[in-house]
């Protein structure tokens, strides 16, 4: 017999230089090259957070199509990694304090954003009317500086979560925006051209729809804007060829220059290193790089270079240490979904009777969630099975909002992700009274690759992988209403019946440190262990619920497993030992049904 939970269904030609401090230009004429070469070059990696460094430097390729990577570290230094997923022309970048990096993309009208180490967006937000430049402020809204000289709006702007505008920023001074910085304050700043071609500056406080404040200051033609630590606005004026250096004063002219050096190219944005030590300029038409600078002094010491055939149009550079909104951060999290409120709780494994540290609510930002299974990969994103797509949606470390989804299957439960990020996906199947099969996902892959089958497979439950990641458990009841459990090897093919007395109904299942199998009892109320080779438990514990998922903790010295009852709660039990020792409360009315756990660093 089975639970009704599954029978339910939801379904230029420049550089530019750009960092978290709000560093923005724009284009260096309205029209774009006849062809964009796409990705042309020397073959870079896509790489994954745990091979990046901690200090990153992103560069806008406007006519290759990409952003490249590079480690802050070094001299003269070659890439080390590309995004090209959601990038089409792209030019202004910024870093929010979270690592997030945002990329304006210039010819769908777009900015797209992505977790750290990560090649696929995790959102989009549209709208924008001819895009170039953009700053994000520390309380999460986005700017976007539209260089439409026609255009009524100039800045376009998105409140916390939007995807599509809030609000514009319009002012009849502003003939061509051409860049946009923030200040501590979060108030804005945007260079443009005026109606006769002079390069102005003018400041908008934080809601102002426009017109702003002119800054008694003119230049040749401004574009990469940036304020230092010490609230200095930094101004790269193109005409001129220098970087200027304002401090702000309380009396008349308010801003007044303190530095000046001049720039080894044609200078088009700017960005600062975190430790605002150095300053990056690009040379806009003549070099395909980056210049940098010593800060304040204006010394070059060194150049980073673009890919053949390319044109690099912005960089980003990620902070030194990203803050945490709930301050310091556990070593290991729990994740807890509740299918019944739609929602996946996040909890500190450590400590008793815990409280959410946070909550996801939604797969995209306007989808819900419907949580099932779930699972972490070794860089600690997180997989979360549901019947609103159906398939799966896939969470960057520390993100809300699903950066890609598994798709193609009409009733997902459990699933598992091995060390190549390869994800197998127990496929329920009820919708059509079974049976049910497992979808295999290499990585990468939103649609599956292959199958593993069995015709004694009716409804699907729970998988784990073993120890070496070649076979794959799977728990299922089969065309005659029995529980079992068989192991199948990961490639697909025949698999091998454990001869599990089928009286019972195994859910959730995991392999512990010595290579037994882990059984949730769902009817039994109990949680079994059964030693490599056995056909009967060897111990069992527990206590009246009904035990659904449950992992391990990463020490496997700790078992959470999630109770599928009124009682709502996920139960930790000490093992081997199987003694509770802590319990969760989920919020009322809900159902725990799928709990997993992953490292936060």
Known sequence: MKPHLFSRRVLGLAAILMVASGCGGSR?????????????GPAIPYLRRGHLAANVIYASDYLNGVVLIYNQKGKHQSPIGQIGAGIDTPEGMAVDAQRNLYVVNTSNDTVTVYAFGKRNPIRTLTQADSPESIAVGSDGTIYVGEWCSACTNKVVVYLPGATTPSYFIDDSKIG???????????????????????????????????PGTELNLGFAWTHGLAFDAQGRLVVVDTGNRVVDVFKHKKKSPYWVRTAQFTTAGNPWYCAFDPLQQRLYVNESRYGNEVDVYTYPA????????????GDLLAVAASPVTPPSPQGKQPRELLYASDYTNGVVDV????????????????????DPIAPLGMATDRDGDLYVTTTYIPGAWIYARGQSSSYRALL???????????????????????????PGRIVVYPNGKSLPSYYIDDPKFKYLYGVALD?????????????????RVGKYPVAGGAGTDLGLPTRWSYFGIAIDAKGSLVAANFYGSEIDVFPKGAHRPSQRFGHPGRPWYIVFNHAKNRLFVADYSKRNEIDEYSY????????????????FVGVTTGLSK
Not at 190 to 210: C, K, L, M, Q
């Open 347 to 366: 909890y500190d494994t450590a400590g008793t009777h815990q409280k959410p540290l946070r909550r996801i609510t939604h797969g995209r930002p306007s």
């Open 298 to 309: 204006g010394k070059l010491i060194d150049t980073i270079r673009g890919i053949p055939g």
């Open 467 to 483: 120890q070496d990641e070649q076979q794959l458990y799977v728990s299922y009841s089969d065309v005659d209403g029995r529980a």
């Open 176 to 210: 061509q925006t051409t860049g946009v910085a923030l200040d501590r304050d979060n108030n804005l700043y945007v260079g443009f051209t005026d109606n006769e071609g002079v390069g102005r500056i003018a400041e908008y406080p934080p809601g102002s729809h426009g």
């Open 408 to 434: 193609d299957e009409p009733d997902p439960a459990d699933l598992v992700v091995d060390r190549h990020l390869t994800a197998y996906v127990a496929n329920t199947n009820f919708v059509n009274q079974g």
């Open 28 to 40: 260096l004429a309205p029209q774009a090259p006849a062809a964009i070469a796409s990705n042309n």
């Open 576 to 591: 081997p030992a199987g003694v509770l020792v802590n319990t969760i409360e989920g919020d009322p009315g809900g159902e």
